[in-house]
């Protein structure tokens, strides 16, 4: 898996995306944030900050205050990769983050995409 170009991303140019996707399927932002806050251990200022700072992804991630312990039961595949299976820590959160927001654009129920 190519990480690089995805790593060095601003965090500030795909989180528009991750909102554009929900959104197009009926869903909002403040659930694209609860998602993100609830994975990383950001709250609204602190992601604030991120975007206006520019971080990239890798960044992102690597100083998120606290990764939610429970992102070992969110399984399945994303990108053609179960997100179980990859072993570049960094780029695991990056696809648990694209699955959380895929399953949110399907419908599924914020409980159950929190792992509740």
Known sequence: MEN????K???????????QKAEKKGRTKDEVDEIIFWLTGYDAQTLQQKL??????????EQAPQINPNTS?????ICGYRVEEIED???QKIRYLDKLI????KGRGMEKILRK
């Open 4 to 7: 690089t170009r995805v790593f």
């Open 9 to 19: 991303m601003p965090f500030a140019g795909v989180y528009p995306h991750y909102i």
């Open 52 to 61: 206006d700072s520019r971080i990239d992804v890798e960044t992102f991630f």
């Open 73 to 77: 039961k969110i399984t399945g595949v």
């Open 89 to 91: 820590p960094i780029m």
């Open 102 to 105: 895929d399953e949110l654009a």
